[in-house]
T-cell receptor, first 113, second 113 residues
Framework: NAGVTQTPKFQVLKTGQSMTLQCAQDMNHNSMYWYRQDPGMGLRLIYYSASEGTTDKGEVPNGYNVSRLNKREFSLRLESAAPSQTSVYFC????????????FGPGTRLLVL | QKEVEQDPGPLSVPEGAIVSLNCTYSNSAFQYFMWYRQYSRKGPELLMYTYSSGNKEDGRFTAQVDKSSKYISLFIRDSQPSDSATYLCAIWLSSGSARQLTFGSGTQLTVLP
């Protein structure tokens, strides 16, 4: 049971390049989330997927797209990277049980030059 | 005004000290209150969870919620160097089927041996 996995761990992009961050969970959770974490800003929600086939915008969706490929996988795409998207990106999935726990992946560090 | 405000720290204490970490929130509709711990270069992990005013204890950790003041706290007794991490308060607002977490900006704690 690997929990939530993310690839890549670290990426450097040039302004204008595109890339996809991958996330997968093996806990059979319905809901999945993408966050970004910046110094002094905490975790901010980019997009979420309440269930397979549905996605919704969070607090900071501009410049990003997502795909809920199946129940396990939820990817985040940057179509044209900007320096403002330099951040650490975390994927999470939610346990629908009593404590509503979100389980986080190890993160992807992205640097946009 | 942010929905959740957290003392940013950093906070440095000697081993064995009692640590107090605090957050305030603005939306009285918030229902569930959590504390996440994040070690350096790792994803956050759930530490404590509560949904009512009062105290909840788990070993050396006590979570306290005062809904009338919109104030939440985490106390760590007999702090250890292994407690050195960033602590994030998180509050859950049920919104349709999404159930989004709103995070504080995090307090970085260092416990000195």
């Amino acid at each position: 049971n690997a929990g939530v996995t993310q690839t890549p761990k670290f990426q450097v992009l040039k302004t204008g390049q595109s890339m996809t961050l991958q996330c997968a969970q093996d806990m059979n959770h319905n809901s999945m989330y993408w966050y970004r974490q910046d110094p002094g800003m905490g975790l901010r929600l980019i997009y979420y997927s309440a269930s397979e086939g549905t996605t919704d915008k969070g607090e900071v969706p501009n410049g990003y797209n997502v795909s809920r490929l199946n129940k396990r996988e939820f990817s985040l795409r940057l179509e044209s990277a900007a320096p403002s998207q330099t951040s650490v990106y975390f994927c999470a999935s939610r346990d629908p049980g009593g404590q509503e726990t979100q389980y986080f992946g190890p993160g992807t560090r992205l640097l946009v030059l | 005004q942010k929905e959740v405000e957290q003392d940013p720290g950093p906070l440095s204490v000697p081993e064995g000290a009692i640590v107090s970490l605090n957050c305030t929130y603005s939306n009285s509709a918030f229902q569930y209150f959590m504390w996440y711990r994040q070690y350096s270069r790792k994803g956050p992990e759930l530490l404590m969870y509560t949904y009512s005013s009062g105290n909840k204890e788990d070993g050396r950790f006590t979570a306290q919620v005062d809904k009338s003041s919109k104030y939440i706290s985490l106390f760590i007794r007999d702090s250890q160097p292994s407690d050195s991490a960033t602590y994030l308060c998180a509050i859950w607002l049920s919104s349709g089927s999404a159930r989004q977490l709103t995070f504080g900006s995090g307090t970085q704690l260092t416990v000195l041996p």
